[in-house]
């Protein structure tokens, strides 16, 4: 059983994809991934063949209220696609597809 893991940053307050957001993976107090999304707000595999388990997903988005983002999951088996969407004041996620 492996997992995998990609995300996708969208900045609701501009209406636009987040880009050069850093993006940080952890499993236990060890930091398994780090990776910056691209023009369109997206890291397309931040993790793969990773094993199940609990990790902590973290974001350090464009707002001047959150400095990070903090995202605990418990990830079994497959892939996972874990979105934020952010504005100044607010976020929000979901597993997507």
């Known amino acids: 059983m492996t997992v995998s893991l990609s995300t996708h940053v969208l900045d609701t307050g501009r209406g636009a994809p987040a880009a050069g957001v850093r993006v940080e993976l952890h ?17 397309g595999a931040l993790g793969s063949e990773l094993p199940p388990g ?35 004041y607010s976020c929000a996620s979901y597993r997507g597809s």
């Open 27 to 43: 499993r236990g107090e060890e930091r398994v991934a780090v990776a910056t999304t691209d023009e369109d707000g997206r890291v």
């Open 54 to 88: 609990s990790y902590r997903l973290v974001f350090h988005p464009p707002s001047p209220f959150f400095e990070r983002v903090e995202l605990r999951l418990a990830l079994t088996e497959g892939h996972y696609h874990v979105p934020l969407l952010v504005s100044p």
